[in-house]
């Protein structure tokens, strides 16, 4: 008996380590507001804890993995220029060696697209990389589905 209860507060102790070193410091919204019949904007926002920071969507050879949005072509709408980013702020990065553009707290992306119908729903990838002051994640891509109506 005592080997059960010993056993169970075992794989309790390594279950509890293994869940406690998933580390998810950027959470990821989307929303889309139209701004005319045939228009509209797709907001991307990336809510960062405290001490994270990604990087902007241009960042330097040989630095980290910038931030990436990619739309997966649909017939319902069309694209209108860029993935819009605001003013990162910037500094050297010790772990790269290269002058970086990044956002702490929260960052929220644009994309403005024309409707080619009155309901759509933009869907893509994000490809981003997150760091603190002591580490690094490997890159993350996630999927994402915005509903414009």
């Not at 809510?47 to 040989?62: F, N, Q, V």
């Amino acid at each position: 008996m005592k080997s059960i209860v010993l056993l169970s507060m075992l794989c309790s102790l390594i279950w509890s380590s293994v869940d406690a070193q998933i580390l998810k410091p950027v959470k990821w919204s989307y929303a889309a507001k139209k701004t005319s019949a045939t228009e509209a904007t797709i907001f991307i926002k990336a809510t960062m804890e405290k001490g994270w920071h990604i990087y902007s969507l241009d960042t330097p050879e040989g630095g980290p993995v910038g931030t990436s949005i990619t739309f997966t072509p649909d017939r319902s709408y069309q694209l209108t220029g860029s993935v819009q980013q605001p003013k990162p702020a910037s500094k050297l990065e010790k772990q790269f060696g290269v002058e970086v553009k990044y956002f702490e707290n929260t960052v929220i992306f644009q994309q403005k697209i024309k409707l080619q119908e009155t309901q759509a729903s933009a869907k893509g990838e994000i490809s981003f990389m997150v760091c603190s002051d002591q580490q690094c994640l490997p890159p993350s891509m996630i999927a994402f589905n915005v509903d414009i109506k």
